[in-house]
Every structure is written in C-alpha cells, then in structure tokens.
C-alpha cells in the first residue's frame, strides 16, 4: 500500500491553548477525518490513523509554528490537501503549511529539538500599574538550578545547560488600560536526557520580581545547525 507522509503546520492559539496534547491530537485527527482525506489505518488489534505529533506544548502555552505527520494512501496535491484541512479546522487550530516528506526525514517529534518562544510580561497585581515592565524584565536572569518532580521523581535541571544564546528583551504594546507591557524571547533546546519547560523556567525567572506571564507563544522550532 503506498505511503505519503503528509506533515503540516498549523498554529495553536486562543482558548484552544488549554487544551491538552492528547486533546489536540485528537481534534486534529477529526479535521483529517472531516477533510475526506484519504489518511492510512494502522495494523492490529486496534487500527487507528497514522499520525505523528511534533514536540507537546504545556497547557496554556500556544504555537505559531506546530506541526503534525499524516500518512494518506493515494496522493493529494499539498495545496489542495491543505485548502481541504483549514476548511475542516477551528480558527484557534489553523493549518497553514502542507508538504510531503521522505521516509528519511526525521519524526516529528524529534525533527526540531530547538524551540523559540516569546512571552508578554506584565505587572503581576493591577495595583503596579506605574511599574516600569520593561525596567524589570531587564533586570531578569537565568536561575542556577531549578527542581522539578516529574511522576514523584524529583530532579535537578540547570536551565544554562537548554537556553540557546541570551534573552532578548523588548517593549510592547500596553495593556488595555495603559499597563507597561514586555517581551521576553528565549530558545530552549531539547537533550537526549530530558527538556525544560517554558512555563516552569518563566515561573522561576519571575518569582519575585513582581511580573507575571500573560501569555507565552512558540513563535519558531528549529533543528541544531550543523556545525
């Protein structure tokens, strides 16, 4: 039977950013299914579409650049295979890209360890309306070590040993009663031995440096340039 691996991009925004992984792979495979593309079963006691996902974003962090694997049995022009999907898809959970890749090409869950996200930073109390933001976000850094319990296993990540390059800091636009607002960009690079969460580095950095994270986008994935 042929095999045409399908991987589109798509971007996760709005309410759908507090839906789980597991959810998003599932409304994305019902937009394939409303899409009448002709998506391949797998074998077994239990069939189910030939998908895979790109590296999972945390609950409450969106993607502009997500991407998703789709193995179809008969071949459709990618332009029409993607006018089909974006008609079949939510607004918040939009595809925008579609092209077929070889069975050389890496999974996506591995094809892009390099990951670029931009939170807007805000007072964390509306009383600090007069807060200088920008000032702050500044004045932020990485913290040494950060401790994380994953399935009641605690361990120690050093977030210097995933942030690639500096944090890049930016004024934007106020809020909607005047607030100071910034930008904070960082690159987190996943390792063989594990990953860093955006949400739980931001929680870190800001801890007591009165700003919070009103949202947090990954704006790029990116492989690791060859050297």
Do not use: N, W
Request: hydrophobic fraction near 40%; aromatic fraction near 6%; charge should be negative.
């Amino acid at each position: 039977m042929a095999d045409f691996r399908l991987r589109v991009t798509y971007a996760e925004t709005g309410r759908l950013v507090m839906l789980s992984h597991l959810e998003i792979a599932r409304a994305l495979e019902r937009a394939v299914r409303r899409a009448g593309l002709p998506y391949a079963v797998s074998q077994g006691f239990s069939p189910h579409m030939k998908q895979a996902f790109g590296s999972a974003l945390p609950v409450g962090v969106g993607g502009l650049e997500e991407i998703f694997d789709v193995s179809l049995t008969d071949y459709v022009p990618p332009e029409e295979a993607l006018a089909r999907l974006r008609a079949s898809s939510a607004p918040d959970l939009m595809p925008h890209a579609a092209r077929y890749i070889t069975k050389d090409e890496t999974a996506a869950s591995a094809a892009y360890p390099r990951s670029t996200y931009e939170a807007l930073l805000e007072a964390s109390r509306s009383s600090d309306c007069e807060m200088d933001v920008l000032a702050a976000a500044h004045e932020l850094s990485l913290p040494s070590e950060i401790t994380v319990v994953r399935k009641k296993k605690e361990r120690v990540l050093v977030p210097s040993e995933f942030v690639v390059g500096e944090l890049e800091v930016e004024p934007a636009e106020p809020g909607e009663e005047g607030q100071s607002r910034a930008l904070v960009r960082f690159t987190l690079e996943s390792k063989a031995s594990g990953s860093l969460r955006p949400d739980v580095l931001l929680e870190h950095m800001l801890a007591d440096s009165g700003l919070r994270a009103a949202s947090i986008l990954r704006t790029k994935q990116s492989e690791i340039p060859k050297e």
